[in-house]
């Protein structure tokens, strides 16, 4: 349990795409500082199985079943957490696909699913659950996943790196909105973290290019990510930190050749 400026005891947390290997990990490491989770995740079963291991650990959490590129579904998440928590206080923004298809061959449909559960469920998400942030008058902090890839993009990964940018896009234009209401909106850049959507990309010859570019020398590990989690949930560690884009990768982004 996290003690002192890391504490979230009393808080609640919705975690988008919490059923995946890096938000669930953040949301387990919510958890552990003492905040409430409800788990919003498309794919029903991971979701279940990430509130149940949180249980399990002796936190309390929730799954809800549904759609993050949905308004509908993004409502009822909310109520849902309302009527078990009474509150909304942690948004993470972590949703996401991504495809490396050449850029001649990316189809219309594929277009506009990457932009809808990447960019889109962003937009809805921040809409309604900014809005119960700022109408309960408590403040908040919402957390968007970016990534590396935002800027300059990376290569083979086109409509994902156009989403990405979006994201830093929609953090800092609603920092500024809603800064006077004390909804914090910031986004961790994370570098590479192998998780479902990008292990079919990690090719060997991919790998050892990462490598190359990568003081580290290895790929991150979904842990990792959570001290970064903590730091812009507090609202006593990061008080004062709005519009942030947090890098979290290796030294990735400090190279050039």
């Known amino acids: ?5 890391f504490s979230l005891e009393g808080k609640a947390a919705v ?41 399990a650990q002796g936190g309390r959490a929730i799954a809800i079943h549904g759609d993050a590129s949905k308004r509908g579904d993004i409502e009822a998440a909310l109520a849902a957490t309302l009527a078990e928590y009474s509150r909304v206080d942690i948004l993470i923004n972590a949703a996401g696909v991504n495809s490396g298809t050449p850029f001649f061959e990316i189809t219309e449909a594929e277009w506009q699913r990457i932009l809808d559960i990447n960019l889109k469920s962003v937009f809805l998400s921040c809409q309604v659950f900014g809005k119960a942030m700022i109408d309960a008058g408590r ?3 919402i957390i968007n996943i970016s990534s590396v890839s935002s800027g300059p ?3 083979k990964v086109f409509t994902y790196s156009v989403t990405k940018a979006g994201v830093n896009q929609i953090t800092q234009f609603l920092a500024r909105e809603w800064a006077p209401f004390k909804v914090r909106v910031n986004a961790i850049r994370p570098g590479f973290f192998p998780a479902e959507q ?20 290895r790929f991150g590990e ?29 030294g990735f982004t400090a190279m050039t050749i």
């Open 1 to 5: 349990m996290a003690t002192g400026m």
């Open 15 to 55: 975690v988008g795409g919490g059923g995946g290997v890096l938000a669930g990990a953040m949301a387990e490491g919510l958890a552990r500082a003492g905040a409430s989770i409800a788990i919003f995740d498309f794919h029903k079963e991971n979701g279940e199985a990430r509130a149940a291991s949180i249980r």
């Open 139 to 141: 403040g908040g902090s």
């Open 153 to 155: 993009p990376l290569s």
């Open 198 to 217: 990008n292990r079919a990309l990690l090719t060997p010859e991919r790998t050892a290019q990462i490598m190359a570019h990568n003081p580290m020398k």
């Open 222 to 250: 979904a842990n990792e990510l959570v001290g970064a989690v903590l730091y812009l949930a507090s609202e006593e560690a990061s008080s004062f930190v709005t519009g942030s884009i947090l890098t979290v990768d290796g």
